[in-house]
């Protein structure tokens, strides 16, 4: 009996020992472990330039925005201009057309 209680406990220590180096070796000696972990960064990769790229396009969009709203204030600027102008150049026709009509 006192053999196997020698034997017991020796083998408790042999498993002991056997996970002890098991958890020292890294785990990217597996080349499951290995595949995984490149598919992972690889997708990680591809999700950063995603988003690059939808923050470029998103720059663009907005700048031609800003562009079309400026063209329209430019636009409206000038329509504007058209609305002040537009009272001159009818009084200005209408003293023509006085001066024209007495040899009419």
Do not use: H, Y
Not at 40 to 68: D, N
Request: glycine share 6%.
């Amino acid at each position: 009996m006192c053999e196997d209680q020698k034997w017991g406990v020796a083998g408790k220590q042999g498993e002991e020992r056997t996970r002890s180096a098991q958890s020292k070796q890294p785990r990217w000696r597996n080349w499951k472990d290995l595949s995984g972990v490149s598919i992972c960064i690889a997708v990680s990769l591809l999700c950063l330039g995603v988003c690059i790229v939808v923050f470029v396009r998103s720059l663009e969009l907005q700048s031609r925005i800003l562009s079309l709203e400026q063209r329209d204030a430019q636009l409206s600027a000038w329509v504007g201009s058209l609305e002040q102008v537009e009272p001159v150049i009818m009084g200005r026709l209408d003293r023509i057309l006085e001066e024209v009509s007495p040899f009419l």
